[in-house]
């Protein structure tokens, strides 16, 4: 990803990389860091021990299954994005949600290959609630936990987090 950075904002000149995350421009002292992109995604499962997935109505990944959330925005928290996502993308509104852990991803979008930051979170719902997917996801429905499609997970962040999930304690019976 560092390599799409050629000249300095500020002043134009030819950057120099000094790292994997730093570019420094020797005309106008103008440092560059790269950092890795804030994303979450929630686990929500319902009380027969099922898994809601989403499937991606855009590229990357267009039509593979992934766990609804995004990435965060300025001036907003980690559980405040997760709420905003979720509400974008299912019409519905969930609270009351619980870290699970976070997890190191790619997303190639055009032409840039950013490094996310995951913050997965479950949570469980006892209700049958409207989900109406919207924005960028195609459908949703549930997986029982032994029908995961694990051939067609979005990401690799997404589909150890389903995994390390499904293994805990956390998880409702099997
Ligand atoms: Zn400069």
Redesign the pocket.
Known sequence: MINKFQY?P????KLKRIDNRLLD?S????HFYLNPAPTNALIIENKKGEILLVKRKINPKKNKWDLPGGFLDFNETIEESLSREIKEELKVTIKNFHYLSSYIDRYFYRKVNYHTICFVFYTKIDEDLNFQPQDDVRESKFFSKNKIPWGKIAFKGISKALKDYISSKKTSTK
């Open positions: 300095c500020n002043c134009q000149n421009c005309s106008c002292r103008f």
